[in-house]
């Protein structure tokens, strides 16, 4: 919801919206059939009741496309979506992304202003070892630039984590933003929170009170593990825990 009465749903069908609190929703965007479609196939970030962004991915069969990463017999390609009218019209882009992105999976969408927006791919590895990318756009999702990486033998200076991480980021602001993960690279594995003041360069653990043995909730859906990152209104958030 991005108000008390305006908020949009996805599902592996449609993008829906709703403008009475929830009572009634109304189709916006019919989604793609296709191959490889699922519910970790879509993210939808919503700025308001006009703006709002749709990452996709396509399961297709290329070859040697600098936009696609190869998983298995298939590579994933990504088109941005986005509409300033409430859903009514769509444009659609395939995104300039640097050649050394490779991913298997989108795991967050988000967008602070009209601007600036943080996309985290991910790719999983040998025995669940996951590589991430955070990468930032300053126009609107047209382009966007790699700000923090982990590939497991290499990493970004004050990355996420220092091990392999299937990381999900969110942001309060251009500066301010949260990450959860869950580090199966690590032995033992470890999940933790963590914090940035720099628009997502630099990466430090940040300690909560809760207690001793609890830690971000944790979703492993099929193959791959989904953690849930901070919920926030204004100055006010919600970090669900187990």
Same mark, same amino acid.
Request: net charge positive; charged share 15%; glycine share 10%.
């Given at each position: ?162 091990? &392999? ?43 909560? &009170? ?5 830690? &971000? ?26």
């Amino acid at each position: 919801m991005v108000t008390s009465s305006v908020g949009w749903a996805i599902s592996t069908k449609a993008v829906v919206k709703t403008t009475d609190g929830g009572a009634e929703w109304t189709r916006v965007l019919t989604l793609p059939k296709g191959s490889g479609m699922n519910w970790f196939s879509f993210r939808l970030a919503a700025l308001n009741g006009n703006q709002a962004w749709l990452a996709e991915e396509s399961a297709i069969r290329v070859r040697g496309d600098a936009t696609a990463s190869r998983v298995g017999s298939q590579s994933a390609r990504l088109t941005i979506r986005a509409t300033t009218n409430g859903g009514v019209t769509w444009s659609r882009a395939t995104p300039w992304l640097p050649k050394s992105v490779q991913y298997s999976s989108v795991n967050s969408l988000q967008f602070v202003n009209s601007k600036v927006g943080g996309l985290m791919v991910v790719q999983t590895g040998m025995g669940n070892a996951w590589s991430h990318e955070l990468l930032e756009t300053t126009d609107g999702g047209l382009t966007w630039s790699r700000i923090e990486f982990n590939y497991g033998n290499r990493h970004s200076p004050h990355a996420i984590s220092d091990c &392999p991480v299937e990381a999900n980021v969110t942001f309060t602001s251009e500066s301010d933003g949260w990450a959860t993960g869950v580090s199966e690279g690590c032995t033992p594995p470890t999940h933790s929170v963590y914090r940035t003041t720099d628009g997502g360069h630099t990466w430090f653990v940040r300690e909560l &009170p809760v207690k001793r043995g609890w830690k &971000p909730s944790v979703c492993r859906c099929q193959s791959y593990f989904y953690s849930q990152p901070p919920t926030f209104s204004g100055l006010i958030g919600v970090l669900p825990a187990i």
